[in-house]
């Protein structure tokens, strides 16, 4: 089963994802995560990734598109992926949907953590003092954020064509959110 996560930065994306994953038994891929280790590590990647990370920009289409097909050709990947945040533009969802059909399977169902802008904002400065990411900073969060509005939301109507969006209220405990989770996959 492939299930692609969706929702502004700080949505709880990630800890969601980890919890389904784990009671799927499936891999769970975001290019977040990549991307970081990348700049951490200092590959090529990295290094071409690392300006437009830190300021809040999105990274290209191409560059994701080819880690996805990498992820995708791992053996653990043949049974479906949990991927958080890896579909952010029109152009990368038309590229899933290429290198998926190419294998015969299809974006199973695209969960969106819906939440408001003032609980983002609360919720990523909390994660700053934690964290310390270069792009929790409020000038960069305010990056992210119009990128999400701007190239990201207009994904949820193309899903919504395709039948496979589901909503997911994403206030509440961890506990109560992954309940939604469960019930909105029909689990
Ligand atoms: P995240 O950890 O999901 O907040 O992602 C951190 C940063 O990685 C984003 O602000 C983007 O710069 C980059 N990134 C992650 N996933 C993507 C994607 N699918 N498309 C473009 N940029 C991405």
């Not at 193309?158 to 309940?179: C, F, H, M």
């Amino acid at each position: 089963m492939d299930i692609l996560l969706m929702g502004p930065p700080g949505a709880g994306k990630g800890t969601q994802g980890a919890l389904l994953a784990e009671s799927l038994g499936l891999p769970k891929f975001a290019t977040g995560d990549l991307l970081r280790d990348a700049v951490k590590r200092g590959t090529p990647l990295g290094l071409q990734a690392r300006a437009v990370m830190e300021a809040g920009h999105l990274v290209g289409d191409e560059i994701i598109l080819g880690v996805v097909r990498d992820e995708l050709a791992k053996p653990e990947a043949a049974k479906g992926v949990i991927f958080d945040g890896v579909v952010r533009t029109i152009p990368q969802a038309e590229g899933m949907e290429r290198i998926l059909t190419d294998k015969g399977r299809a974006m199973d169902a695209v969960l969106f953590f819906d939440v408001t802008d003032q609980e983002i904002l609360s919720r990523l400065e909390r994660r700053r003092a934690v964290e310390q990411r270069a792009d929790d900073d409020p000038a960069a969060v305010a990056t992210r954020l119009e990128a999400y509005r701007d190239q990201t939301s207009p994904l949820l109507a193309w899903y919504e064509a395709r039948k496979s969006l589901r909503r997911i209220p994403a206030v509440g405990t961890v506990a109560e959110i992954a309940a939604r989770v469960r019930q909105a996959l029909g689990r």
